[in-house]
């Protein structure tokens, strides 16, 4: 990549924690005007999500959850990460299938 005026400049970077979900590091920056700091930068894992409606589109499969970090109940799609190989549909089939009970009988063609 070639430099433009203006552009942020990185220095590399320093894992601070990692894990299966995250990864938080430190990346050495300059910015546009000169200024040099460490930045923190989140790094997540690939993830897939299904979206399951009903024949008519007209509703769709929820989970009703409590995340206990925000202390709060809310509505969440069915999803977790891709394993490594696995292709993201077949992950959304496999995590929708472990969180809700609902697997795919067949599909349908349009």
């Not at 894990?19 to 938080?24: A, D, I, S």
């Not at 989140?42 to 206990?68: K, T």
């Not at 970090?69 to 929708?96: C, I, K, P």
Request: proline content about 1%; overall charge negative.
């Amino acid at each position: 990549m070639t430099e433009e005026r203006g552009a942020w400049r990185t220095f590399g970077e320093r894992t601070i924690y990692d894990n299966r979900w995250v990864r938080l590091g430190l990346v050495d920056v300059e910015a546009p005007n000169g200024e040099r700091w460490d930045y923190h930068v989140v790094h997540l894992a690939r993830i897939a999500v299904a979206l399951i409606v009903n024949e008519d589109s007209e509703e769709a499969l929820m989970l009703w959850r409590y995340r206990f970090a925000t202390e709060q109940w809310g509505y969440e799609l069915l999803g977790g990460l891709v394993d490594d190989g696995e292709d993201s549909a077949a992950t959304a089939a496999r995590e929708a299938a472990e969180e809700s009970g609902w697997a795919r009988l067949g599909s349908r063609r349009s």
